[in-house]
Protein backbone atom coordinates (compact mmCIF):
# COMPACT_ATOMS: atom_id res chain seq x y z
CA UNK A 1 0.00 0.00 0.00
CA UNK A 2 0.99 3.79 -0.96
CA UNK A 3 -0.32 6.68 0.25
CA UNK A 4 -0.29 10.28 -1.12
CA UNK A 5 -1.22 13.52 0.65
CA UNK A 6 -2.30 16.58 -0.77
CA UNK A 7 -2.24 19.73 0.61
CA UNK A 8 -6.19 20.09 0.63
CA UNK A 9 -6.56 17.12 2.92
CA UNK A 10 -7.31 15.21 0.37
CA UNK A 11 -4.80 11.64 0.23
CA UNK A 12 -4.35 9.37 -2.75
CA UNK A 13 -4.40 5.43 -1.29
CA UNK A 14 -2.98 3.13 -3.99
CA UNK A 15 -3.78 -0.82 -2.74
CA UNK A 16 -3.51 -4.05 -4.51
CA UNK A 17 -6.60 -6.12 -4.15
CA UNK A 18 -5.18 -10.05 -2.81
CA UNK A 19 -8.78 -11.15 -1.73
CA UNK A 20 -12.21 -11.24 -3.46
CA UNK A 21 -14.83 -8.28 -2.21
CA UNK A 22 -17.78 -7.20 -2.77
CA UNK A 23 -19.53 -4.04 -2.26
CA UNK A 24 -22.73 -4.55 0.59
CA UNK A 25 -23.73 -0.81 0.87
CA UNK A 26 -23.04 1.99 -1.19
CA UNK A 27 -22.46 5.30 0.92
CA UNK A 28 -22.69 9.00 0.35
CA UNK A 29 -20.47 10.15 -2.65
CA UNK A 30 -19.93 12.82 -0.27
CA UNK A 31 -16.75 14.14 -1.06
CA UNK A 32 -15.49 11.29 -3.43
CA UNK A 33 -17.64 7.39 -3.64
CA UNK A 34 -17.33 5.41 -0.53
CA UNK A 35 -18.70 1.90 0.39
CA UNK A 36 -18.78 -0.97 3.01
CA UNK A 37 -16.96 -4.18 1.36
CA UNK A 38 -16.74 -7.70 2.63
CA UNK A 39 -14.91 -10.41 1.72
CA UNK A 40 -16.35 -13.07 -0.41
CA UNK A 41 -14.88 -16.61 -1.25
CA UNK A 42 -13.97 -16.82 -4.58
CA UNK A 43 -14.18 -20.47 -6.33
CA UNK A 44 -11.17 -21.92 -6.19
CA UNK A 45 -11.78 -24.44 -9.06
CA UNK A 46 -9.35 -25.64 -11.83
CA UNK A 47 -9.37 -23.67 -15.35
CA UNK A 48 -9.99 -25.73 -18.62
CA UNK A 49 -6.88 -25.12 -20.64
CA UNK A 50 -8.71 -25.39 -23.90
CA UNK A 51 -11.00 -22.10 -22.26
CA UNK A 52 -7.81 -20.47 -21.11
CA UNK A 53 -6.35 -20.75 -24.50
CA UNK A 54 -9.12 -19.55 -26.62
CA UNK A 55 -9.47 -16.19 -24.57
CA UNK A 56 -6.06 -16.18 -24.17
CA UNK A 57 -6.64 -15.76 -28.63
CA UNK A 58 -9.74 -13.94 -28.16
CA UNK A 59 -7.77 -10.99 -26.14
CA UNK A 60 -5.03 -10.55 -28.22
CA UNK A 61 -7.29 -10.56 -31.75
CA UNK A 62 -8.80 -7.82 -30.25
CA UNK A 63 -5.69 -6.20 -29.36
CA UNK A 64 -4.21 -6.38 -32.25
CA UNK A 65 -7.65 -4.84 -34.36
CA UNK A 66 -7.66 -2.09 -32.14
CA UNK A 67 -3.88 -1.12 -32.48
CA UNK A 68 -5.15 -1.19 -36.04
CA UNK A 69 -7.86 1.48 -35.42
CA UNK A 70 -6.27 3.60 -33.04
CA UNK A 71 -2.49 3.04 -31.66
CA UNK A 72 -2.62 5.72 -29.29
CA UNK A 73 -5.29 3.65 -27.27
CA UNK A 74 -3.72 0.61 -27.30
CA UNK A 75 -1.66 0.48 -24.35
CA UNK A 76 2.05 -1.36 -25.62
CA UNK A 77 1.65 -4.55 -23.24
CA UNK A 78 4.73 -7.08 -23.73
CA UNK A 79 4.39 -8.50 -20.18
CA UNK A 80 5.28 -12.17 -19.80
CA UNK A 81 2.31 -13.92 -19.18
CA UNK A 82 2.28 -16.03 -16.09
CA UNK A 83 2.28 -20.04 -16.03
CA UNK A 84 -0.56 -20.26 -13.54
CA UNK A 85 -3.56 -20.51 -15.31
CA UNK A 86 -5.53 -18.39 -11.96
CA UNK A 87 -2.75 -15.31 -12.80
CA UNK A 88 -2.89 -15.65 -16.22
CA UNK A 89 -6.56 -15.86 -16.33
CA UNK A 90 -6.40 -12.06 -14.48
CA UNK A 91 -3.57 -10.58 -17.04
CA UNK A 92 -6.06 -11.57 -19.53
CA UNK A 93 -8.55 -9.27 -17.61
CA UNK A 94 -6.08 -6.64 -17.37
CA UNK A 95 -5.46 -6.41 -21.07
CA UNK A 96 -8.64 -6.34 -22.34
CA UNK A 97 -10.27 -3.16 -23.53
CA UNK A 98 -13.37 -2.76 -22.38
CA UNK A 99 -15.97 -0.16 -20.47
CA UNK A 100 -15.99 0.40 -16.64
CA UNK A 101 -20.03 -1.19 -16.67
CA UNK A 102 -18.22 -4.98 -18.77
CA UNK A 103 -15.20 -4.23 -16.19
CA UNK A 104 -17.05 -4.28 -12.91
CA UNK A 105 -19.58 -7.57 -14.35
CA UNK A 106 -15.66 -9.55 -15.08
CA UNK A 107 -14.77 -8.32 -11.70
CA UNK A 108 -18.27 -9.58 -9.71
CA UNK A 109 -17.52 -13.20 -11.34
CA UNK A 110 -16.22 -15.47 -8.70
CA UNK A 111 -15.65 -18.77 -10.76
CA UNK A 112 -12.88 -17.96 -13.06
CA UNK A 113 -14.26 -19.81 -16.49
CA UNK A 114 -17.70 -17.84 -15.99
CA UNK A 115 -14.46 -15.05 -15.65
CA UNK A 116 -13.13 -16.34 -18.81
CA UNK A 117 -16.39 -17.01 -20.84
CA UNK A 118 -17.56 -13.27 -20.12
CA UNK A 119 -13.87 -11.89 -20.84
CA UNK A 120 -14.22 -13.23 -24.04
CA UNK A 121 -17.99 -11.75 -24.96
CA UNK A 122 -16.87 -8.65 -24.66
CA UNK A 123 -13.67 -9.34 -26.86
CA UNK A 124 -16.19 -10.33 -29.43
CA UNK A 125 -18.56 -7.88 -29.15
CA UNK A 126 -15.53 -5.18 -28.92
CA UNK A 127 -13.72 -6.79 -32.20
CA UNK A 128 -17.02 -6.12 -34.10
CA UNK A 129 -16.97 -2.23 -32.87
CA UNK A 130 -13.29 -2.02 -34.04
CA UNK A 131 -14.23 -3.64 -37.33
CA UNK A 132 -16.92 -1.01 -37.86
CA UNK A 133 -14.73 2.03 -37.04
CA UNK A 134 -12.00 0.16 -39.54
CA UNK A 135 -14.55 0.36 -42.08
CA UNK A 136 -16.07 3.85 -41.33
CA UNK A 137 -12.55 5.24 -40.91
CA UNK A 138 -11.20 3.71 -44.64
CA UNK A 139 -14.97 5.04 -46.41
CA UNK A 140 -13.64 8.41 -45.08
CA UNK A 141 -10.24 8.10 -46.24
CA UNK A 142 -11.64 6.98 -49.76
CA UNK A 143 -13.58 10.20 -49.93
CA UNK A 144 -11.29 12.36 -49.46
Known sequence: MAAQPFDDG????????????????????????????RERLCVDCGIDPVLLKSTESTVRALRALQSE?????????????????????????????????DQFKVLSLSDPSDRLRLLAEIC??????????????SSHRSLN
Open 10 to 37: RTLILIEGVHCCEVTTWLEDAPYPRAIV
Open 69 to 101: VNADECIQSNCSMDADPKVRSWQLCSMTPMSML
Open 124 to 137: CERYGDYQRMLAVD
